[in-house]
């Protein structure tokens, strides 16, 4: 029984090995650069990166509830998970067919392989469940986190020396996309092989579908929203200190060519430092937010993420940025690791899915407000001290500082909301709820 376990627990590791590699390369180190720089150029693909990302968090916001209300009542979040998957898989190969100027294509296949990528996130996580006790969700929700950034140095690593030794040729920065889409696909293996979901399916009553079903679970948790008012203000404190880290995670690449003309090459390396630190950032803030409370453990990686980013204002050196990208690795690991935790601790077991899907609302939520504001921001400073005299290369750094600052005002405003949440009264309404159902 607990080998079968283990092998599940690793089962659940090893999606984040893989779906890690996607977040390392596109949204990291490469496409997201890529695309600012090469297939559009500017400011203007600073506002357009951020758009593309807002519209896919957009939907995975709208459809999350109800495929998570469905994925709890049948059972079927692994087959859910295969689906969105499956699309982040393809989209993400399809990458290697965009080139300097195919601003739409880019946008479309990037789309569709961030809606895989973070639908898929909904269904993943509430497999938590079915891998861990309450008492072990802390410490193996870090370890996913931490075998997790492995896994995007491990694919980091596959794709530098062909960049290297080409010179960063733009068909093998391509190829990257569509070696990474494979690591991905390949990764993943082992938790639809190993993982097993532990509640038995229900059946449909005479007269319903899955929809109406589903309609009718999220009306009734509507209905118990004052039951859990504690994980209402924990999901809204998410919402927006995640908008943060989002931002951070997302324009890292576009802020290091920007302000410190980093080339492909470097931007990898700092993708690795920055993995490398996140695997430790999750794996010691798991184990101390087991042993000192999850919420003092958040409260402490939010502020160490504060600290980067106000670093990041006035950073005015290349080897400074490494050291700060070092740390906020370190920290946002944290951030999102702890995060889910309290998410999982805080919901009832019967309506994991369903209320990991409002976790992920908050998240997409943000997602698709987050980098559309940094985006515009960015753009319209720009084009502001492009005006004044200012020259294009000046002019686009002052719209990224700008820019950057709204990411710490993000995650200060969320610290001060999160500061209200108890623990304690949260995880208990969550256990008396599972009690009643």
Partial sequence: MEKTKKRAQWGWYWFDFGNSAYAAVILLAVYAAYFQGTVVGGAEGTRLWGVSMGLAMLVVAVVSPVLGAIA???????????????????????????????????????????????????????LLYDVATTDEMGRVSGNGWAFGSIGGIVCLLFILPPIVLSQSNMLVVRGS??????????????????????????????GENYFSIAFKRLASTFRSVRHFREYIQFIVSFLIYNDGILMALGFASIIGRVLFGMNQTQLIVFMIIV????????????????????????????????????????????????????????????????????????????????????????GKSSSFIGPTVYGLIAYSATQYFSQQGVTATLAEQYGQRASIGTIAIFLIAGFAILSFVNEARARKAALEYAATD
């Avoid at 393809?90 to 895989?116: N, P, S």
């Avoid at 453990?297 to 670093?311: C, E, F, K, R």
Wanted: proline fraction near 3%; avoid cysteine.
């Fill in 275 to 362: 993995q490398l630190t996140s695997a430790l950032g999750a794996y010691v803030f798991g184990i101390w937010g087991e042993k000192y409370g999850y919420k003092r453990m958040l409260n402490w990686s939010i502020l160490l993420m504060i600290a980067a980013v106000i670093g990041m204002i006035f950073n005015p050196s290349l080897t400074g940025y490494y050291f700060i990208g070092a740390l906020a690795g370190f920290a946002l690991t944290g951030v999102q690791s702890l995060s889910r935790t309290m998410a999982g601790l805080f919901a009832p077991e019967s309506k994991s899915t369903e209320f990991f899907s409002f976790f992920a609302v908050a």
């Fill in 177 to 206: 996309f569509v070696l990474t889409a494979t690591f991905f696909a390949m990764a993943t293996i082992p938790l639809f092989l190993w993982v097993k979901e532990t509640r038995a399916p229900k059946f449909l009553p005479a």
């Fill in 72 to 126: 709890d009542y049948s059972v079927a979040k692994k087959k859910f998970l295969l689906f969105f998957s499956m699309l982040s898989w393809m989209a993400t190969a399809l990458l290697f067919f965009v080139e300097k100027g195919d601003v739409v294509t880019g946008m479309l296949f990037f789309v569709l392989a961030e809606i895989g990528y973070r639908g898929g996130q909904v269904f993943y996580n509430a």
